[in-house]
């Protein structure tokens, strides 16, 4: 699950959500000293709430966010941390032998579609033997399929576009920090 707070507290003056994978996570790293910690225990008045997962690209990061957008006003600010493997992993539709949400570009629209929690997944959930058979068979397909980043890099546009839209009417800054621009070209702007 998610390491730390799951809200802010009430009256601090400036709050930050941090969003990504392994890197806003602190994989490797004990939670008293991954930078969200660091910084709010320099500074007071800062407080995070940081929805980091390791494995998550930028769609299931957004998503495990939205529920807290509600909760930020003028002044707060939203952290997205991406690498450029999250460009081919919101191409995907499994996690780790899971199904996932995933968002796909129709048109002039992103559609977002659910998992789909089938027997398979209610086989692995009961049974090692049927868990690590999925993940065997998994990894030799996925291996097997060549998934070019560049193919994410419009859908990752759009769904930071539009999440940039809707924190932007609220007063929020979003900050997207994140290695890989030439998936991007030398223009991109939210």
């Not at 570009?105 to 929690?117: C, D, E, Q």
Request: net charge positive.
């Amino acid at each position: 699950g998610f390491r730390g707070q799951r809200r802010w507290p009430v009256g601090n003056r400036h709050r930050f959500l941090v969003l990504g994978d392994s890197f806003s996570f602190g994989e490797g790293v004990d939670a008293d000293h991954r930078f969200d910690t660091r910084i709010a225990s320099w500074s007071a008045g800062y407080s995070f709430v940081n929805r980091g997962m390791s494995g998550y690209g930028t769609d299931q990061a957004i998503l495990a966010g939205e529920p807290l957008f509600d909760d930020l006003g003028r002044g707060d600010v939203v952290l997205l941390l991406t690498y450029a493997n999250d460009f081919r992993d919101i191409l995907q539709r499994r996690l780790n032998g899971r199904s996932k949400p995933y968002f796909e570009i129709s048109g002039s629209s992103i559609i977002l579609h659910p998992p789909v929690i089938g027997m398979a997944e209610r086989l692995r959930d009961r049974s090692y033997v049927f868990a690590l058979l999925g993940w065997v068979s998994e990894s030799l397909l996925r291996s097997n399929r060549f998934v070019d980043a560049r193919d994410g890099s419009e859908l990752y546009r759009r769904l930071i576009a539009n999440m940039a839209a809707t924190l932007r009417r609220k007063g929020v800054r979003l900050v997207v920090a994140f290695h890989g621009r030439r998936l991007l070209g030398p223009r991109f702007s939210y």
